[in-house]
């Protein structure tokens, strides 16, 4: 079963989010502080973040650096309300999965998350083979 961390400040999106993708079959973690998100990105084996690009103390770029220096790997994916062209190349560049602008479609945003999974599954079964083939 694969584990989603979701980040967002408003309560209302992490009960959406948990609500649409548990049935799914995914292991959901929500969390409404950024601070607390990176310590469970320290501690827990995570195979995806979504995190809101606007929230207090930290913001979604900032989020997804930090994650970055614990599992460059890991794929993000940042949500945002606020949606600028400028911000989603900038997410991009900085190696964001990807970047969906907030109200999402259910399913464009379902693809999207199975689309990343499958992508980390592939890069994690890379790296193992790799190992196992310089041993």
């Not at 930090?66 to 911000?87: D, F, H, Q, W």
């Not at 999207?112 to 079964?125: D, F, Q, S, V």
Request: aromatic share 6%.
């Amino acid at each position: 079963m694969e584990t989603i961390l979701i980040i967002d400040d408003e309560k209302n999106y992490l009960v959406i989010l948990e609500a649409l993708l548990s049935p799914e079959g995914y292991e959901i973690i929500t969390e409404d502080n950024a601070m607390n998100a990176l310590r469970l990105i320290r501690e827990t084996d995570l195979d995806l973040i979504i995190t809101d690009m606007k929230m207090p103390g930290m913001n979604g770029i900032k989020l997804l650096e930090e994650s970055k220096k614990i599992n460059p790997e890991l794929p993000v994916i940042i949500m945002t309300a606020y949606g600028t062209i400028e911000r989603a190349v900038e997410a991009m560049k900085k190696r964001a999965y990807d970047y969906i602008t907030k109200p999402f479609r259910n399913e464009e945003l379902k693809l999207t998350i199975k689309k990343a999974l499958e992508n980390y599954r592939l890069i994690k079964e890379n790296r193992l083979l790799s190992e196992a083939l310089s041993d």
